[in-house]
């Protein structure tokens, strides 16, 4: 029993960290919805297992379609016009 809730844990932590694998939210909810349903079927037992797994892609695809991703900064090049270095830095905005 103990194994059981060993792996339902670490299923539970791979699923928050999948969710948050892009910017896009379709994707992350997708993704969170298919992890929470493989948790959910892991966790459920019997005549249960069904709402389980239900219960687990509904939750997966809250959790995925609301994480909060942080918002990526653009990136500029910039030329040193005296020793021709160049390097990249956050562009002002």
């Known amino acids: 029993m103990l194994f059981h809730h060993l792996s339902a844990a670490s299923a539970v932590a791979a699923l928050i960290a999948l969710t948050a694998c892009t910017d896009n ?4 909810a997708a993704t969170g919805g298919l992890a929470g349903a493989a948790v959910g079927s892991q966790i ?3 005549s249960g ?45």
Do not use: H, K
């Open 25 to 28: 939210q379709g994707i992350n």
């Open 44 to 46: 459920g037992q019997g």
């Open 49 to 93: 297992r069904t709402a389980a797994t239900l219960a687990g892609a509904a939750l997966g695809t809250a959790i995925g379609g609301n994480v909060a991703t942080s918002p990526q900064q653009r990136m500029c090049m910039y030329r040193n016009a005296q020793t021709g270095e160049t390097w990249q830095a956050p562009c002002p905005n």
